[in-house]
């Protein structure tokens, strides 16, 4: 079973790791999404109130992505399945794939990813 927790296989892996998280039957894509980024990078789905600047805030998924869109790609219809596949985009400074399988792997951003921008 997927859980946010890193998945690496050699010590190279680890200056780019990938966390994986199983989204809930109950659990839209685009919901799945937010809460695996907010738990990879410590940051709040929405802002609070006390927060005058909202930096650690996540920024609106919908800045980035339709998450209607997304959530009708990867959601089934009645019991059957919309197919396979997995779609991937950068979101809140992670690389993030959504695949068919339920899984969401957020790849946390590294010093050579920072380097290019």
């Given amino acids: 079973m997927c859980q946010i927790s890193p998945e690496t296989t050699t010590p190279e892996d680890r200056e780019q790791e990938q966390f994986c998280y199983r989204r ?3 659990e839209s894509p685009s919901e799945a999404v937010l809460t695996a980024v907010s738990a990879v990078s410590n940051r709040k789905v929405i802002p609070s109130a006390s927060d ?5 805030a996540l920024e609106p998924l919908y800045d980035t992505i339709d998450p209607d869109a997304l959530d009708s790609l990867f959601d089934p219809i009645g019991n059957e399945p919309n197919g396979g596949g997995s779609v991937t985009f950068t979101y809140s400074g992670h690389e993030v794939t959504v695949k068919k399988t339920r899984e969401i792997l957020v790849r946390a951003p590294s010093d050579s990813d920072d380097r290019r921008r």
């Fill in 24 to 26: 809930q039957p109950n």
């Fill in 52 to 56: 005058d600047d909202g930096n650690d």
